[in-house]
C-alpha cells in the first residue's frame, strides 16, 4: 500500500474514522462522570465506603500517567495499533468492573479503563491531525469536543438512572457496544502505511522513571489533604521520591538519543507555550467543575440538576466556540486567536467575583458560558499550532505531553483549591463543603482562578507570531488520498 505524508494508507476514510474516534472519546468521557452519582451504590454493594475516592482517583491516575506514553509509542509502533490497544484496554477494564465481586477488583478494572484512555485522548486527537487541513481541524476538533460537553450532562444521570432502575453495573456493560463499533471501524476503515526503515528503539528506561515520578506527583496531588495531611511524613516523602524520579527522567531523556519522552520538543515556543497553555486550562476547568456546583448547592441552595445546569453552559461555550476556531485562526492567526480566547476566559473568571449568596443560576450560567468560549479559542488553536509544527514522527508525542500537561494542572487545580476551601470550610455528613466560610472561601478560589486566566494572557502573548498560512506544506498538509 503506498504511503502518504501522514501516514494513512489510500482506503483510508475519513467520515467513520471521526465517527470511531468520537465513539472512543465517548467511552472516556463518559466514565470520567457516569460514576459519581452511582458511587454511594456500589460502595453499599461491595461493603467499602473508605474505598470509594479509589474508584476516581484509580482512573484519573493511569489515564494521566499513561498519556504522554501512549502519545510517544504512537509515534513508534503506528497510530492505529495504539488506538485498539486503548480501545481494548476499555473493554477488558469494563468487563471487570460490570463483574466485579469486590471493590478492590473494581478499582483494578477502573486502573484499565484508565490506561485505555491514557491512549484514547492523545492518539485520537494525534489521528485528527493526521487526516484533516489545517483548515478542517478545528471543526473535528470541536466535535470531539462535543462529546465531551454531552457526556458531561448526560453521563452523571445515566449512572443515576442505572444505579436507581437497573444495576450499577450497566454503568459498565454500555461500554461494551462502544468499544465493539470503535473498534470495528478502526480496523475495517483505518489503514495505515507500512512505516520504512529502521523502528527507533523503545526508552524502557525513560517510560518506567517517567511513570513513576508521575504517579507520585499525580498520587500526592489528589490525595493529598485528604488521606493524609500535606506536610504529613507520607506526603513529603511522596514528593520527595517524585522529584528525585523526575530528576532522574530528565537527565536521561537529555542524554539518550531516542527518549520515551523528547524534552527538547518543549524548546520550541510553539511546543512549549502551548504545553504551559494546557496546564492553566487543567486548573480553571477543574476549579470551576468542582466548585461551581458546590456554590450553586452549598450557597444558592439549588438542586444537583439546576447546579448541573450552572456548569454545562462552559461545557457547551467550548464546543461551539472550537468548532469555529478555524475561521479566526485562519484569519488571525493562532496568537492573536489565543490571545482573545484567554481574554474571554480572563472576563468570564472575572466576573465569578460578583457571584454572591442572592445571584441567579442564569448568572452562574452566562458566566462559564464567556469561560467556555474563550476555552474553544484557546485550548484548541494552541494545540493545532503545536500539533501543525511537528513532523508526523513527532506528532504523537506532542499530543500526548500536551494532554498530560492538563491532566498535571487538573490535579494541581484540585489540590490548590481544595486546600482553600477546606481551610475555610467545615464538612457536611454527605461529605461536601458546608458553613458559614463557604462563601468566603469560594471567593478566594474564583480569585485564584483570575489569576490564572491573567497568566494564561500572558501566554497567549508568548505565542509565536506566525500564521498557518505560513506553514510547511509538507508539515501541514493530511492524506491527500483520503476520502470523506
Known sequence: MPASSSGVGLRSERGPILLALMLSTALVALDATIIATASSTIARDLGSFAQVPWLFSAYLLAQAVSTPLFGRLADLLGRKRLMLAGVGFFLVGSVLCGAAWSMPALIVGRVLQGLGAGAVMPVSLTIAADIYTLQERAKTQGYLASVWAISSVVGPTLGGVFSQFLSWRWIFWINLPLCFAAGAMLLLKY??????????????????????????????????????????????????????????????????????????????????????????????????????????????????????????AMTVGWPLAATNAGRVYLALGFRYTAMIGSSFVLVGTALTLLLGERSSVFAVGAFTFVVGIGMGLTAVPT??????????????????????????????????????????????????????????????????????????????????????????????????????
Open 383 to 484: 494545540l493545532i499550532a503545536s500539533q501543525s509544527s511537528a513532523a508526523f514522527s513527532e506528532r504523537g508525542a506532542v499530543t500526548g505531553v500536551n494532554m498530560f500537561a492538563r491532566s498535571l494542572g487538573s490535579a494541581v487545580g484540585v489540590a490548590v483549591c481544595g486546600a482553600i476551601v477546606n481551610a475555610l470550610t467545615t464538612v457536611s455528613p454527605d461529605g461536601t463543603p458546608a458553613g458559614p466560610g463557604l462563601m468566603s472561601a469560594l471567593h478566594i478560589v474564583f480569585g485564584l482562578l483570575v489569576l490564572i486566566a491573567a497568566a494564561l494572557v500572558v501566554l497567549a502573548f508568548l505565542m509565536p507570531p506566525d500564521h498557518p498560512k505560513h506553514r510547511a506544506p509538507q508539515v501541514e498538509q493530511p492524506d491527500e488520498t483520503a476520502t470523506v
Open 191 to 312: 489503514h495505515e502505511s507500512a512505516r520504512e526503515g529502521d523502528r527507533e528503539p523503545i526508552d524502557y528506561l525513560g517510560a518506567a522513571l517517567l511513570t513513576g515520578g508521575s504517579t507520585l506527583v499525580l498520587l500526592g496531588l489528589l490525595d493529598g489533604g485528604t488521606s493524609w495531611a500535606w506536610m504529613s511524613v507520607p506526603s513529603v516523602l511522596i514528593f520527595v521520591v517524585a522529584v528525585l524520579l523526575l530528576a532522574a527522567f530528565a537527565a536521561h531523556a537529555l542524554r539518550t538519543s531516542h527518549p520515551i519522552l523528547n524534552l527538547r520538543l518543549l524548546r520550541r515556543r510553539v511546543v512549549g507555550v502551548p504545553t504551559a497553555v494546557s496546564l492553566l486550562v487543567g486548573v480553571i476547568v477543574l476549579g470551576l467543575s468542582t466548585y461551581v456546583p458546590i456554590y450553586a448547592q452549598g450557597v444558592l441552595g439549588l438542586g444537583p440538576l439546576i447546579a448541573g445546569f450552572a456548569l454545562a
